[in-house]
């Protein structure tokens, strides 16, 4: 996984509240199980018309916010059914970052293992930040996860709480598997007094 430290990028504002996991990734995309490939499905009932051709009126369709890296979204954001999908896609289309006032749990969960970041904010820094996020490329927001600050392009900053251990492993990249290989030593020396102890198993 991809250690997250510290991110400047166009955030793109998606006013929508209880946006679904249905609406991020469409469930007739989920039958792959690579993570990568999913960024061009991304919101695409919304990003899309029936023709296929793109809806100009939709946020990450407009030039300003193709490059995205962060979305600054609305309350109860990923909710819905518990597809792991949705984070893949998230990152597959260069997403990093999600801050919204409140997210669904299992969502939340899964942005860790993936190696983004979910932020919550109040609703007054949201609102900050919607307004940020609406002047396009002409003003950045840096996330910085070591300071758990997210400072706006006027010099505003604002301080966001994380879980001293999920903020260790995003900044280290490691999700459930690279914290279990850390420990690999301990584990081989376990099966080794297993296999010595119970040499008929």
């Not at 801050?99 to 919550?120: E, M, R, V, W």
Request: charged share 25%.
């Amino acid at each position: 996984m991809q250690p997250f430290t510290k991110l400047t990028g166009v955030a793109a504002p998606l006013k929508v509240i209880n946006v679904d996991t249905d609406m991020i990734i469409p469930k007739q995309y989920l039958k792959t199980i690579k993570r990568t490939g999913l960024g061009s499905a991304l919101f695409s009932e919304m990003r899309y018309k029936d023709d296929g051709s793109e809806n100009p009126d939709f946020i990450l369709n407009k030039p300003a916010y193709r490059q995205a890296q962060i979305l600054v979204a609305g309350d109860n954001f990923g909710c819905g059914s518990s597809r792991e999908h949705a984070p893949w896609a998230l990152l597959d289309f260069g997403i990093r970052v999600v801050i919204s006032t409140s997210f669904a749990d299992i969502f939340y969960n899964n942005t860790f293992k993936n190696g983004i970041l979910p932020i919550k904010v109040t609703q007054d820094e949201l609102d900050k930040l919607f307004d940020d996020a609406d002047r396009g490329a002409n003003a950045t927001l840096t996330v910085d996860l070591e300071a758990q600050e997210i400072r706006g392009p006027d010099g505003g900053v604002i301080k966001f709480d994380i879980d001293p251990h999920r903020k260790h492993c995003l900044l280290n990249g490691l999700d459930d598997i690279g914290q279990t290989l850390q420990k690999v030593e301990r584990i081989d020396s376990y099966e080794a007094k297993a296999a010595a102890a119970r040499p008929w198993a």
